[in-house]
T-cell receptor
Framework: DAGVIQSPRHEVTEMGQEVTLRCKPI?????LFWYRQTMMRGLELLIY????????DSGMPEDRFSAKMPNASFSTLKIQPSEPRDSAVYFC?????????FGPGTRLTVL | AQSVTQPDIHITVSEGASLELRCNYS??????LFWYVQSPGQGLQLLLK??????LVQGIKGFEAEFKRSQSSFNLRKPSVHWSDAAEYFC????????????FGSGTRLSIRP
């Protein structure tokens, strides 16, 4: 398996623009997690899904953030409108049992 | 409250020296414990995991960790570090019963002195 795939790897956008991050989990995994990593706050869990259903979105910072998982092989994290403080590395991870497998991340820069 | 504490933010060791990274946890149920490593610009990679059995668990890249229930600790060790071990290391705890969210520590950055 190719592992967890994320796209794009890097995204540079201007404040106010919509940003969509994409994730393809490992085939057969039924949990999917979105994390954000910054120097100041470390690794934060934003939201996670089980069998495509959002289970816990308490980590989503505000209404500008939304996540969907329309099927078992695809998820998106959308920020609209984006702000400079959203600049971070966003990771997607998937799991079948307790171990989580992480993607390479998307480095987002909002100017 | 469930939490993971990594008391050392940054550690520097000489190449060839031994290493121990500390991790303490607080978890209500029987924990599943993990150590992940993050190299610069990369995602997190699992080094090792522990749920039950021998309290000394071996992982990849020559790392091992020891579970001490009485101390609520799961420290990571390596007898002799290599320059390629320079990275960020995360301890984490989660439930064994399901793959729901696991709690990560704040990480320890390891630098290697030539």
């Amino acid at each position: 398996d190719a592992g967890v795939i994320q796209s794009p790897r890097h995204e540079v956008t201007e404040m106010g623009q919509e940003v969509t991050l994409r994730c393809k989990p490992i085939s057969g995994h039924d949990y999917l997690f979105w994390y954000r990593q910054t120097m100041m706050r470390g690794l934060e869990l934003l939201i996670y899904f089980n069998n495509n259903v959002p289970i816990d979105d308490s980590g989503m910072p505000e209404d500008r953030f939304s996540a969907k998982m329309p099927n078992a092989s695809f998820s998106t994290l959308k920020i609209q409108p984006s702000e400079p403080r959203d600049s971070a590395v966003y990771f997607c991870a998937s799991s079948l049992e307790s171990e989580q497998f992480f993607g390479p991340g998307t480095r987002l820069t909002v100017l | 409250a469930q939490s993971v504490t990594q008391p050392d933010i940054h550690i520097t060791v000489s190449e060839g020296a031994s290493l121990e990274l500390r991790c303490n946890y607080s978890y209500g149920a029987t924990p599943y414990l993990f150590w992940y490593v993050q190299s610069p610009g990369q995602g997190l990679q699992l080094l090792l995991k522990y749920f039950s059995g021998d309290t000394l668990v071996q992982g990849i890249k020559g790392f091992e960790a020891e579970f001490k229930r009485s101390q609520s600790s799961f420290n990571l060790r390596k007898p002799s570090v290599h320059w390629s071990d320079a990275a960020e290391y995360f301890c984490a705890v989660g439930p064994y019963s399901s793959a729901s969210k696991i709690i990560f520590g704040s990480g320890t950055r390891l630098s290697i002195r030539p």
